[in-house]
């Protein structure tokens, strides 16, 4: 094998930018960030929203990239193109589909046939190409991934097998529904997309062996940055010392402020505490009540 990939798994709005951009700042590692919409992106058609458009992490478009142009040419040694590989995202899209497949794996963790083996497999022949071609011209022997998707981190497994580590990055249900809700989701669909989607994290997490996983808090991390990205590196096999320089990062997706070249602050948002309504309390509290003692 000639890299390995350390995945981040976890929801929307739960620190994954962040901990991606802590990791990126050691020198074994490259990130690729949310590769899973790297079609969308080469192919100029990444309109999720207007600031991360079709934008590279250094701020230039990724078609305009100098070390993108490089993976480029790379992968067109072996006559493939960024524009040309297919879309990423693993089948089903649907999040209710997931979560009876999920359930499927819950019941029978043995199962190899429970996502839709043929088109997911070849998602996952088509990010290792990406994930090989990055290594080289980054000369780093880790390529981290943070498409946070769990279904992907389960065909990951099956596929790369001692070359895969986990990082389950689990947030608070109230934090994040109420980060969701400032970006104009309704109260229902941010509380319900997050239940369903820890049910999913956590059953994948344990259909995972316990050596290639690590269970990391969103609060724990902003709160001891430097003791959780130690221990992170210590699980990933290299040198705890973490540095702190300015860093330029070439990656896909995640939160704006991931253009900032600067040192990042590290806070915790936890305005939800004080902003949400009674009524919105009370609804988070009793929905989200089950999955966060689980994650705790
Ligand atoms: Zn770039």
Aim: aromatic share 14%; with cysteine.
């Amino acid at each position: 094998m000639d890299y390995q990939l350390v995945y981040i798994v976890s929801d929307a709005r739960s620190g994954s930018t962040l901990l991606d951009i802590l990791l990126s700042k050691n020198p074994k590692i490259a990130s690729v960030g949310e590769l899973h919409w790297s079609h969308q992106y080469f192919n100029g058609n990444y309109f999720k929203d207007k600031i991360n458009k079709n934008l590279c992490s250094c701020g230039k478009v990724v078609t305009e990239c100098d070390f993108w142009e490089k993976v480029e040419n790379e992968l067109n040694k072996g006559d493939e193109s960024l524009k040309s590989l297919e879309s990423l995202t693993i089948f089903p899209a649907s999040r209710f589909k997931r979560f009876w497949m999920c359930l499927n794996l819950f019941f029978f963790p043995n199962s190899k046939n429970i996502f839709e083996k043929e088109k997911n497999e070849k998602v996952i022949h088509n990010s290792i190409k990406i994930h090989k071609a990055v290594a080289k011209v980054a000369n780093t022997p880790i390529i981290l991934e943070s498409s946070k998707e769990s279904e992907r981190a389960k065909y990951f497994d099956y596929k790369l097998k001692d070359n895969v580590k986990f990082i389950f990055l689990y947030r608070d249900g109230r934090g994040v529904a109420y980060s969701k809700m400032k970006r104009g989701i309704s109260l229902f669909v941010a509380s319900m997309s997050w239940v369903n989607f820890t049910l999913r994290q956590l059953i994948i997490e344990r259909s995972i062996s316990k050596e290639k996983r690590i269970f990391i808090s969103y609060d724990e991390l902003c709160l001891n940055p430097k003791t959780v990205l130690e221990k992170i590196q210590r699980f990933i096999g290299i040198d705890g010392d973490f540095q702190e320089q300015k860093h330029f990062i070439h990656n896909l997706g995640g939160s704006p402020y991931r253009f900032s070249q600067k040192e990042i602050r590290i806070a915790r948002d936890d305005k939800w505490r004080s902003e949400l309504k009674p009524f919105e309390r009370i609804w988070l509290n009793i929905l989200t009540f089950i999955p966060n003692f689980l994650i705790k």
